[in-house]
């Protein structure tokens, strides 16, 4: 069965450091996303993307974030400058079409420690 | 607003025995819910959806849920617990105005004592 991968699982940085987090979505999908769970909360929306270009974002998604589809296989997102609070683990997502009865297929996620 | 609150962060059932974890959302347009379970380093698979049809939903695994508009509630059950449905389970509410934002609850950690 196709699934969404990541990499790194988890991902230890300095404060200040930029970090790329990877995913490959499933091949014949279009729609793909990034949300975070900081430790004991809930599992919150970042961005989603397509048709190499962001379709919505979040409050949390700033001028830090930055997400691109660099070749027909990865979808990354880069944080430019990592603060402490941007711990958290990562999930890529993709969706063969887009709106809100659409699947979502998640990644087993990048858990990112900045120190 | 969209919201989706789990009533329980945790639940304990015995093998054999049904399982229940609660879920209310909150949603100002006809919802699309969902339920995902996370098993230890894994990625969050589907169980289930709701999207306007029937409002029983089966799902994999022998789980199923009920969406009931006068309650705001989408609970899953599981008539007999397995050992391999010790998992964390997520309920997840989008409506026409968040369309691919999905909106999580704070998830369920569900043991199943042999």
């Known amino acids: 069965e196709p699934e969404v991968t990541q990499t790194p699982s988890h991902q230890v940085t300095q404060m200040g450091q930029e970090v790329i987090l990877r995913c490959v979505p499933i091949s014949n999908h279009l729609y793909f996303y990034w949300y975070r769970q900081i430790l004991g909360q809930k599992v919150e929306f970042l961005v989603s993307?397509?048709?190499?270009?962001?379709?919505?974002k979040s409050e949390i998604f700033d001028d830090q974030f930055s997400v691109e589809r660099p070749d027909g296989s990865n979808f990354t997102l880069k944080i430019r400058s990592t603060k402490l609070e941007d711990s958290a683990m990562y999930f890529c997502?993709?969706?063969?079409?887009?709106?809100?009865?659409?699947?979502?297929?998640f990644g087993p996620g990048t858990r990112l420690t900045v120190l | 607003a969209q919201s989706v609150t789990q009533l329980d962060s945790h639940v304990s059932v015995s093998e054999g025995t049904p399982v229940l974890l609660r879920c209310n959302y909150s949603s100002s347009y006809s919802p699309s819910l969902f339920w995902y379970v996370q098993h230890p380093n894994k990625g969050l698979q589907l169980l289930l959806k709701y999207t306007s049809a029937a409002t029983l939903v089966k799902g994999i695994n022998g789980f199923e849920a009920e969406f009931k508009k006068s309650e705001t509630s989408f609970h899953l059950t599981k008539p007999s617990a397995h050992m391999s449905d010790a998992a964390e389970y997520f309920c997840v509410v989008s409506d026409l105005r968040t369309g691919n934002q999905f909106y999580f609850g704070t998830g369920t950690s569900l043991t199943v004592i042999p």
């Open positions: 993307f397509y048709n190499n270009e962001i379709s919505e």
């Open positions: 997502a993709s969706s063969e079409q887009s709106g809100e009865t659409d699947t979502q297929y």
